[in-house]
C-alpha cells in the first residue's frame, strides 16, 4: 500500500515547486536568482554607503584640522574615498592655472568648480553601479512571477478539460503551484523597491555632504587665489 501523503506536503514550498510545471519552475528558480542577487546588492551596498559616511567624516574632521593642505593631500589624497578625489582634483586644477600667466580668476573660479563638481560625479556613477538592477527587479520580478501563475492555471484548466472533473481536490495543487511562481515575484520585488529607495537616499545624502565639502573647499581656495 502507497503512503499516504499528507495535504499539508502537498502545499509545502518544496512540493509546489517539484509538482510544477516545466516553464513554472524556471520562473521560480529565475526569479529565486534575482532574489539572491537583489540581497547580494543590498548588503554589500548598504554595508560600502555606512563605511563611506564614517570615513568620510573623519576625512572631513581631519582635513579641516590640518595647517597643510599640499602635505595633507599627499598623504591622504591616495584614499579611497570620494573626499579624496575632491580634494586631489580640486588641488590639481588649482596647481596647473597657477602654472598660467595672468591668469583670469573668474576662470580659475569656474574650472576648479567643475572638477570638484566631476570628481563628485565620478565617484557616484561609480556608487550607483547596479542600483538599476534592484529597479528593474523591483519593477519586472511581479509580471514575471504572474506569467508563471497564468501559464500554471492555464496547465491546470487544461487537465481538468482533459480529465472532466471539477472537484476542488483536482483543482487546489495546480492552483496553488501556479500562485506560488507569484509569490516568490512579490518575494523579490518587494525587497527590492524598499532597498532601491532607501540607498538611492543615501546617496542623495551623501551627493549633499560631498557638494558642501567642495563648495567649503572651493572657498579656501579662492580665498588663496584673491589673497595671491
Do not use: Q
Not at 529565475?30 to 547580494?40: E, I, K
Not at 597643510?68 to 586631489?88: C, E, M
Not at 565617484?123 to 497564468?150: K, Q, W, Y
Request: no cysteine; glycine share 8%; charged share 20%.
Amino acid at each position: 500500500m502507497p503512503p499516504v501523503i499528507a495535504s499539508t506536503d502537498l502545499m509545502s514550498p518544496l512540493s509546489l515547486f517539484l509538482h510544477a510545471d516545466i516553464v513554472v519552475k524556471l520562473v521560480m528558480l529565475g526569479l529565486l536568482a534575482a532574489s539572491v542577487w537583489t540581497w547580494a546588492i543590498i548588503f554589500t551596498h548598504s554595508i560600502r554607503l555606512r563605511r563611506l559616511g564614517r570615513a568620510g567624516a573623519a576625512f572631513e574632521r581631519d582635513f579641516w584640522a590640518s595647517d597643510d593642505v599640499d602635505g595633507f593631500a599627499a598623504k591622504r589624497g591616495s584614499d579611497k574615498l570620494p573626499n579624496a578625489a575632491i580634494v586631489t582634483a580640486g588641488l590639481d586644477e588649482w596647481r596647473r592655472s597657477a602654472r598660467l600667466r595672468n591668469a583670469d580668476h573668474g576662470g580659475t573660479r569656474e574650472r576648479l568648480s567643475g572638477a570638484m563638481n566631476s570628481a563628485i560625479a565620478t565617484e557616484l556613477d561609480r556608487l550607483s553601479d547596479r542600483l538599476n538592477i534592484l529597479a528593474t527587479v523591483g519593477s519586472v520580478a511581479p509580471f514575471v512571477g504572474l506569467f508563471g501563475t497564468v501559464w500554471g492555471i492555464m496547465r491546470s484548466f487544461t487537465a481538468i478539460a482533459g480529465a472532466n472533473n471539477t472537484s476542488l481536490a483536482v483543482v487546489a495543487p495546480g492552483i496553488a503551484e501556479a500562485l506560488f511562481a507569484t509569490a516568490i515575484g512579490l518575494f523579490a520585488a518587494i525587497p527590492a523597491v524598499i532597498a532601491y529607495n532607501r540607498l538611492t537616499h543615501g546617496l542623495d545624502r551623501l551627493e549633499a555632504s560631498l557638494g558642501r565639502f567642495a563648495d567649503r573647499f572651493h572657498a579656501t581656495l579662492t580665498r588663496e587665489l584673491e589673497a595671491a
